[in-house]
Structure formats: C-alpha cells, structure tokens
C-alpha cells in the first residue's frame, strides 16, 4: 500500500501571490505612462489620477513599486518551507502590519489629498487586509503544525 503526502495550498501564500499580480501590474502601468490602465475614469472612480498624482511616490520611490518589493518578500516569508521556521513568526507578523498601516495611509491620500480611489489599488489595499488575517490564523489558528 502506498501513501501519497498530503500537501495542502498555503492560503497566505495564494494571497501574497495576488497582491504580487497586482502590484506587478500597476508598478508595470506606472513605468509605462499609465496608458493602458483599466479602470473607469470619473469624478471619484480615477486610477489615472491616483496613480500620476505626486503623491505616487515616497521619498522618491514609487509605491508601486514599494508594493512589489512588499509582496515579494512577504511571499517568501509564506512559502510552505519558510512557515517550518517558527523564528520567522514575529516577522511575518509585523510585515502583515506595517502592509495594513501602509494600507491606512495610502487610503487617507486617496481620500484627503487626491480626491479619487484607484480599483487596482483597493484591490491591493483588500489584499493586504486578508494577507494580515491568513498571517495571523496560520500563526495562531488550530491549523498550525
């Protein structure tokens, strides 16, 4: 009789792997003039405007690609191999924060400085969240090996 390992999906990697899809996306759009950004553009709905605002970057650096570099390492903090390491519990935890504080502020930009919301960056802003919440239930949950 033989047994197959079970190998489960790691739901916080999925969700790091998502924001990474995102933030390849917009960090791509970003270098590109924006020209092909799909996303309605209207009074409140204008990722254009959020994305080309001066606010797009920090301390010179572009937040997209703030976010890319974000979700890369998280990813490698969540792979299967890396969530064995126990050690690596408090820093998985504290990226999950830092990205959600992040996540805080870039919100209050759209909403107090640049008057518009971009989709692709709530997306990333949702992604985030869930990513702090898969972090902690692996961490803390029942599930945890």
């Known amino acids: 009789m033989t047994t197959t ?5 790691e739901p916080s990697l999925v969700v790091s792997l998502v924001g990474l899809a995102i933030s390849v996306y917009l960090t791509v759009e970003h270098f ?3 020209t092909t950004l799909a996303c309605p553009e209207g009074a409140t709905l204008n990722c254009q405007k959020v994305t080309s605002s001066s606010w797009s970057t920090l301390v010179g650096v572009p937040v997209t690609l703030l976010g890319l570099g974000y979700f890369v390492a998280m990813a490698l903090l969540l792979t299967p191999l ?3 390491r126990r050690g690596l519990d408090p820093v998985r935890i504290a990226g999950a ?3 959600v504080a992040m996540v805080l502020y870039l919100i209050w930009i759209e909403l107090f400085k640049v008057d518009a919301i971009c989709l ?3 997306g990333v802003h949702a992604v985030t ?3 702090l919440g898969t972090v902690l239930w692996r961490t803390f949950g029942a ?3």
């Open 129 to 131: 969240v869930i990513l």
């Open 143 to 145: 599930d945890r090996p």
């Open 120 to 122: 692709w960056c709530t």
């Open 97 to 99: 924060v830092a990205g």
């Open 32 to 34: 590109t003039g924006s």
């Open 82 to 84: 890396a969530w064995r």
């Open 5 to 9: 390992a079970h190998r489960r999906v």
